[in-house]
């Protein structure tokens, strides 16, 4: 999976494997979670998002993906 740097506070990158709909989340923290079965058109609204942290949130945690955390 590519990430791509997203300008966030909190959020350092964001990638997406249209193979398996997986869509990757790189924190400053060095935390890495990955959301399963998650639509394309989820992760590029990353990228008009105004606020890359609440987008995650509202749009990928509450939408209720299941994820794992890979490091």
């Not at 945690?61 to 490091?71: D, F, L």
């Given at each position: 999976?590519?990430?791509?740097?997203?300008?966030s506070?909190?959020?350092?990158?964001?990638?997406?494997?249209?193979?398996?709909?997986?869509?990757?989340?790189?924190?400053?923290?060095?935390?890495?979670?990955?959301?399963?079965?998650?639509?394309?058109?989820?992760?590029?609204?990353?990228?008009?998002?105004?606020?890359?942290?609440?987008?995650?949130?509202?749009?990928?945690?509450?939408?209720?993906?299941?994820?794992?955390?890979?490091?």
């Amino acid at each position: 999976m590519e990430y791509v740097p997203v300008a966030s506070s909190t959020i350092g990158a964001v990638g997406y494997d249209p193979d398996s709909a997986t869509l990757g989340v790189r924190f400053h923290s060095g935390a890495e979670y990955h959301y399963f079965q998650v639509p394309q058109g989820v992760f590029d609204g990353f990228f008009t998002a105004s606020s890359c942290g609440a987008y995650l949130d509202q749009y990928v945690k509450k939408a209720g993906y299941q994820y794992a955390r890979v490091m």
